[in-house]
């Protein structure tokens, strides 16, 4: 029996299981993820993390997750009340409905019912994640909008330019994994990476996505919605107790949902890694075996975003959009054509290594025709310029003369003084 048959064949009580497990795993792997981060950032600079709250501090996160619901709630006098509230929904809730499309693992037998370990194998199943990621970006930017508050609005504004321009990136960036598998499905995806991973066959492809991940997340070093050098907390200042902790939860799921879909997309899924497939590919992949394989691999991907967040600092803003336009969504694009053309040549019986060759001509024209492209100028240090700033945007020059206003004299430091002396001894002679 294919997937979906098997899924359609499923009682109640096996889907209801398979629901609850999926609803806890957003929570579970975020309470781990907190400890993990706080223990491995402490580890990379060098100082102690939590150690006081169970054993070696591990129950720390449960301790956070106790005191959050209980801290006292404050919502601003100009929230607007309805927007307030359903905004932390609007983030929490969809990041958890994406793990319904994921495949944890193959055919198993659950108290004798033959099953897959995967809720729903959708024909569209990849678009569902890709949905359900960029729907998080409505709860943040209505958090901003509703909370009344200069600061926590630019986040908002911020996140909603941030995920239009990362989610062009990790969409396109899976185009060529369709084009390659001939599904959209989840199930197919990881299927057709029975052999070769596609991080090994579409590189290119996978690079983009880990970093348009991060981007779109919101986390360092692309953390620019929150921000706290410069917005205090950004989007989510105006809030507190659980309303904060949905905020909180939903980053965290965000987190475990891209590396999951990384894990399927590029990763085998749960296809057991090379050297342990290679010693018996029959029982390693089967059965109970394929989700340890697979959370191992998420593990992997999540320490990515850990060592990022402890070694990277924060990008400018004109930095990382630029980023964003000017380098993943064109380098995409290239490749795209690069990989139709692959496989086109494929389909008309031509071998792999002349399609390889014709590709990599391909690649080479089109990046020389951007190289020579014409560029914007920088003026040289003795031309008559605008002074600017880093973000490429004109200030006016420090000597500005405004017409018709008299130019004051320059006041020496000496004189300001005697001045103020002055001034002084007049106010004692009056009292």
């Keep these: 029996m294919t997937r979906a048959e098997l899924l359609a064949d499923d009682p109640i009580w096996l889907i209801l299981i398979k629901a609850v497990i999926l609803l806890l795993l957003g929570p579970i792997m975020t309470m781990f993820m907190i400890i993990w981060e706080r223990k491995v950032v402490a580890r990379m600079q060098q100082r102690p993390g939590p150690n006081r709250v169970g054993p070696n501090g591990w129950l720390q996160s449960v301790a956070d997750a106790i005191k959050l619901p209980f801290k006292e709630q404050i919502i601003p006098d100009t929230a607007d009340r309805k927007v307030y509230f359903l905004a932390p929904l609007l983030?929490?809730?969809?990041?958890?409905?994406?793990?319904?499309v994921i495949p944890f693992g193959p055919q198993v037998s659950i108290f004798g019912e033959q099953t897959v370990l995967q809720l729903v194998d959708l024909?569209?199943?990849?678009?569902?994640?890709?949905?359900?990621?960029?729907?998080?970006?409505?709860?943040?930017?209505?958090?901003?909008?509703?909370?009344?508050?200069?600061?926590?609005?630019?986040?908002?504004?911020?996140?909603?330019?941030?995920?239009?321009?990362?989610?062009?990136?990790?969409?396109?960036?899976?185009?060529?994994?369709?084009?390659?598998?001939?599904?959209?499905?989840?199930?197919?995806?990881?299927?057709?990476?029975h052999g070769l991973w596609f991080a090994l066959a579409l590189a290119p492809s996978f690079v983009i996505y880990l970093i348009s991940m991060v981007g779109e997340t919101n986390l360092a070093p692309f953390d620019l919605p929150e921000a706290e050098s410069e917005l205090v907390g950004g989007f989510h200042t105006e809030y507190s107790s659980m309303k904060f902790a949905l905020f909180f939860l939903a980053e965290y799921v965000n987190m475990v949902i891209v590396s999951a879909f990384a894990t399927t997309l590029f990763l085998g899924g749960y296809n057991a890694p090379w050297p342990i497939s290679a010693i018996n590919d029959n029982y390693f992949n089967t059965g109970w075996w394929p989700i340890l394989w697979f959370f191992g691999k998420v593990l992997v991907l999540l320490f990515v975003y850990i060592w990022l967040r402890g070694t990277l600092p924060r990008m400018r803003y004109d930095q990382f959009m630029r980023l964003g336009w000017k380098a993943l969504v064109p380098l995409n694009l290239v490749w795209i054509v690069a990989v139709t053309a692959?496989?086109?040549?494929?389909?008309?019986?031509?071998?792999?290594?002349?399609?390889?060759?014709?590709?990599?001509?391909?690649?080479?024209?089109?990046?020389?025709?951007?190289?020579?492209?014409?560029d914007r100028r920088v003026p040289d240090e003795d031309e008559d310029a605008v002074p600017v700033t880093g973000g490429g945007y004109p200030v006016p020059p420090l000597d500005l003369e405004i017409p018709g206003k008299p130019k004051r004299k320059p006041v020496r430091p000496r004189a300001r003084r005697e001045r103020a002396r002055v001034g002084a001894g007049d106010e004692r002679e009056t009292d």
């Excluded at 792999?352 to 492209?373: E, H, N, P, R, Y």
């Design 342 to 374: 692959i496989r086109a040549i494929r389909n008309e019986g031509i071998n792999t290594s002349q399609a390889l060759l014709f590709g990599g001509i391909v690649v080479v024209l089109l990046i020389g025709v951007v190289m020579l492209l014409p």
């Design 91 to 100: 983030s929490t809730i969809p990041a958890i409905l994406a793990f319904s």
């Design 123 to 193: 024909p569209v199943g990849a678009l569902v994640i890709l949905a359900c990621s960029s729907m998080g970006v409505y709860g943040i930017v209505l958090a901003g909008w509703s909370s009344g508050s200069p600061y926590p609005l630019l986040g908002g504004l911020r996140s909603a330019a941030q995920v239009i321009s990362y989610e062009i990136a990790m969409g396109l960036s899976i185009v060529a994994v369709i084009l390659y598998t001939g599904s959209l499905s989840t199930g197919d995806i990881v299927d057709a990476q």
